[in-house]
């Protein structure tokens, strides 16, 4: 069946510096979807990419949809404390119609 | 309401007894999600809501899990013989459509079977 798979697992970053976490999905999707979730707290929707390639800015944070619909990134510039917490991407099933299919998340910490 | 809205926040029960979580969805909402999330660990899809019907069950883990939907808007999530390895959060979603919407979640529900 589909699978969305997310590395890192973990990502320790120093505060102030950059890095990326990815999503790959074994099969094409019509959209992709990030949410993060604090420590403690519920998944919160950061945003959704639909068109292949696309390219969105959130301030500090980049999302990218690769060109053939299979792959996201997420890159995060001068990381800081408020980065902390697990970051998810999801994209709708298709071994069931209206289900959203989440990948396993990447924790990230930051170290002050 | 202004959100996702699950009761009870928190749950502490003995193994082998029976509980009941509920979840109200955001006004308008026709499709509703319940996800359970193990201590560190991702999410875990149970079962959606279309309207009152439930299209897809395969995510609920045996038979002592069962959930229902009433009147398009409140959601009910019912382990039956509650068992240890129960213990969790139960987060509920909720989105205007199903297919590839947004959705928001609720707190979530913890659940701790003793």
């Known amino acids: 069946g589909q699978q969305v798979m997310q590395i890192p697992q973990y990502q320790h970053v120093q505060e102030g510096e950059d890095f990326t976490t990815y999503c790959n999905s074994s099969?094409?999707?019509?959209?992709i979807q990030w949410y993060k979730q604090r420590p403690g707290g519920h998944p919160v929707f950061l945003i959704q990419l639909v068109k292949s390639g696309e390219v969105k800015k959130q301030k500090r944070l980049t999302f990218q949809f690769g060109e053939a619909k299979k792959n996201s990134s997420l890159h995060i510039t001068a990381t800081q404390t408020t980065d902390v917490g697990t970051y998810f991407c999801?994209?709708?099933?298709?071994?069931?119609?209206?289900?959203?299919?989440f990948g396993a998340g990447t924790q990230v910490v930051v170290t002050p | 309401g202004a959100g996702v809205s699950q009761s009870p926040s928190n749950k502490v029960t003995e193994k082998g007894k029976d509980v009941e979580l509920r979840c109200d969805p955001i006004?308008?909402?026709?499709?509703l999600y319940w996800y359970r999330q193990s201590l560190g660990q991702g999410l875990e899809f149970l079962i959606y809501?279309?309207?009152?019907?439930?299209?897809?069950k395969s995510g609920l883990p045996s038979d002592r899990f069962s959930a229902e939907r009433t009147g398009g808007s409140v959601s009910t999530l019912t382990i039956q013989r509650t068992q240890q390895e129960d213990s969790a959060v139960y987060l509920c979603?909720?989105?205007?459509?199903?297919?590839?919407?947004?959705?928001?979640f609720g707190e979530g529900s913890w659940l701790t079977v003793v």
């Open positions: 809501f279309q309207g009152n019907s439930a299209p897809d």
């Open positions: 979603a909720s989105s205007l459509e199903v297919s590839g919407n947004t959705i928001y």
């Open positions: 999801a994209g709708p099933s298709t071994d069931s119609w209206g289900k959203l299919q």
């Open positions: 006004s308008g909402h026709t499709a």
């Open positions: 099969t094409t999707l019509s959209n």
